[in-house]
Nanobody, 128 residues
């Protein structure tokens, strides 16, 4: 099973993008989903997460107030709405799934890659 992140692209500073995370063959509603990113030459950073059962959310301080994570179970998709983008947000963005919300939050805090399912990322470039 592989998750697929999409929606990346080139955006000007101050702009917005919406990333999507899908997983053919996997019911995302059964999993907590985390978004991570990795900028060129830097380590992986956790960005945001949403629980599978009740929609609890968690955000890294670097994106709090600018990014919003939501899920549409009917479409089997998790979204990451990104507003007020800055060049520091430039990175490859990945989504990951795990049965455990606690583990997902822990990995967002540390940037670890130990969640159950990962997928290919999507590149977000913020530049004028």
């Amino acid at each position: 099973v592989q998750l697929q992140a999409s929606g990346g692209g080139l955006v000007q500073p101050g702009g917005s993008l919406v990333l999507s995370c899908t997983a053919p063959g996997l019911t995302l509603a059964d999993y907590a989903i985390g978004w991570f990113r990795q900028a060129p030459g830097k380590g992986r950073e956790g960005v945001a997460g949403i629980s599978g059962s009740d929609g609890r959310t968690y955000y890294a301080d670097s994106v709090k107030g600018r990014f919003t994570i939501t899920r549409d179970n009917a479409k089997n998709t998790v979204y990451l709405q990104m507003n007020s983008l800055s060049p520091e947000d430039t990175a490859v963005y990945y989504c990951a799934a795990d049965p455990s919300w606690v583990k997902t939050v822990g990995h967002i805090l540390t940037g670890q890659d130990g969640l159950l399912y990962w997928g290919r990322g999507t590149l977000v470039t913020v530049s004028s």
